[in-house]
């Protein structure tokens, strides 16, 4: 498969990542494009990854091109390179927040097979929950994109309306859950941990959360009912959290999220 990543910064690197360490299919070639380069030398390391300044060089040198610009940058990468795409070759896939199908084929045309996906940069260690979305030429290759993005975690093909929420919950969930675990760490420093002590505590206790559930595929409360001992100190400390709001202002948080993503939708 010869892929390229257009602008490869925090997400892009982070699927550079997750793409030259999976083992599902072979890569032909992985070509990293942003307009500084000077950050990518370690990457030519790679045998098959090549760096490049110039998006249509490496549009012209791929199949699949993935898209990892900020919302504010996509319109001029789709204008600089749309003369490039070639509907019987390319594959475009779409990771910018807010950007939809219909709006980026106003640019390239509709011949074009468009999806868009929401990784997060869990993607690099191969654990992202990734949800894809497609609708007209592009369904015909939803099967690729999910073969790409099953190689470096979950998917999950979803109504491009979806796309948004799914957006907060899986790509921005990886810095809410962050910081659920720095807090932790926190409190586990003012209980007499040093700093390292903390945060690896507090990240295995989270990883074994979540390794219960997708393991067990039992519903939360029934979990945190096995560790609330009657009178003990688990339900004491789970109530004062919600006593001070914990469900609530992560709700709220997800909201709030969201309503930034319609307003980033307006913005071009
Ligand atoms: N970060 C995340 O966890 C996630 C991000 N996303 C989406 O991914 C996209 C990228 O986000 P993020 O990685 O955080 O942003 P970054 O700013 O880290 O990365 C954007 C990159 O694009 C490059 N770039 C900008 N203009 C051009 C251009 N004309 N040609 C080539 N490269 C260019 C920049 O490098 P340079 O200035 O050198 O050109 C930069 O490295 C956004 O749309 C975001 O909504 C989606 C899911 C998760
Ligand atoms: O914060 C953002 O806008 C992007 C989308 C999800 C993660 N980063």
Redesign the pocket.
């Known amino acids: 498969m010869k892929i390229a990543l257009?602008?490869?910064?925090?997400?892009?690197?982070?699927i550079a990542q997750g793409l030259v360490d999976q083992t599902n299919f072979d890569i032909e070639q992985l070509v990293l494009?942003?307009?500084?380069?000077s950050?990518l030398d370690g990457w030519k390391k790679h045998p098959h990854v090549l760096v490049t300044?110039s998006?249509i060089d490496a549009v012209r040198a791929s199949d699949v091109i993935i898209?990892?610009?900020?919302?504010s940058?996509?319109n001029?990468?789709l204008n600089?390179i749309k003369d490039e795409l070639d509907e019987k070759r390319h594959v475009l896939i779409s990771?910018?927040?807010?950007?939809k199908i219909s709006e980026i084929a106003e640019i390239v045309g509709n011949k074009i097979a468009i999806i868009r996906s929401?990784?997060?940069?869990a993607i690099s260690v191969g654990e992202s929950m990734t949800c894809i979305s497609t609708n007209g030429t592009g369904k015909a290759k939803i099967g690729l994109a999910e073969e790409i993005f099953n190689a470096m975690g979950e998917t999950l093909v979803i109504d491009e309306s979806k796309m948004q929420a799914a957006?907060v919950v899986c790509?921005?969930g990886?810095?809410f859950w962050m910081r659920l675990i720095r807090a932790t760490t926190q409190g586990a420093i003012q209980l007499g941990f040093d700093a390292p002590e903390a945060k690896h505590m507090a990240t295995q206790a989270c990883m074994g959360a979540a390794t219960l559930l997708l393991e067990s595929g039992n519903h939360p409360e029934e979990e945190i009912d096995k560790v609330t001992t009657p009178q003990g100190c688990t339900i004491s400390g789970l109530n004062e959290m919600e006593h001070e709001g914990l469900s609530s202002a992560l709700i709220k948080g997800l909201m709030k999220s969201y309503e930034k993503i319609s307003q980033?939708m307006t913005d071009k």
């Open positions: 257009i602008g490869v910064g925090n997400l892009g690197l982070s494009t942003k307009r500084n380069v950050n300044p998006n898209l990892c610009v900020q919302p940058q996509i001029t990468i600089e990771t910018i927040t807010g950007r929401m990784p997060n940069t957006t790509a921005s990886i810095a980033i």
